[in-house]
């Protein structure tokens, strides 16, 4: 960790009301995150009973937790990075909230799309498996069901840390195929969603160059 990185933490945790935070966060952080995470949904159903959705309501709704699950996986994905940069421990739990909330608002997010389409099974599975805009996000999709199935303490137990830990690696495949997906959105989605595939884009090269820079800061001076 760089000196400066520990110096700004160090004089974080010497604030007379750190700990007051640190308490907080520790008996409430997980369930006022998960408030925090419905927050979007709640404007959303607000939003449908003030009929302030447009005339395709369940469309309009389909978007918005889209791009609250692509949101929500990549503050998953961001976790490890800025533990690792900055040291910030406590926001490991974080991980899991963000990832079954993105999970969460993927369903709700394929639930609205076949309420737009009536429930009509046909028109839902027309073109999944040929249009690559559709199956990118059924493969998104896909992926993240064993995800949130292992997310727990038990599965994770029960797989092993090792295999546990090389299974949720496809966090990123999901995260990829999502951006891909939401990329192919619509007209604007190149435009819309570039800033989204710029920072998944960072938080992969981190990854990739982070083993890297770990050893070259522990090599010994001189
Ligand atoms: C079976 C799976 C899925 C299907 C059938 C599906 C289908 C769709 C459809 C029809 C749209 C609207 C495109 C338009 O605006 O014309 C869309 C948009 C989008 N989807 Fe999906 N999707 C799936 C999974 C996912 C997943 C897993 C994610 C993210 C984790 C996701 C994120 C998005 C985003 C961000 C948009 C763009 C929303 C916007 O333009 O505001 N989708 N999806």
Redesign the pocket.
Known sequence: MFPWIEAFNARVASLSFFPIIASIHKRHGQKLLSLVCLLPLLGSVAEGLMGQLGARPW?RA???M??I??AM?IACLAITPLVQAFDWKFLYPWRRTFGLF?FF??IL??LA?AMDLGLDLGA?MEG?FTNP??LT??L??LV?VPLAVTSTKKMMATLGGKRWRLLHKLTYV??I??IA??LM??KA?YI??LPQAVILAILLLWRLVYPTLRKAMQKPQG
């Open positions: 469309f389909m978007g918005e889209g791009e699950a692509l996986l993105a608002y993927a997010h394929v799309r839902i999944m805009f559709l996000g059924f998104a999709f993240m999901a995260a195929l999502a997906h939401a959105a619509g989605g819309n969603f």
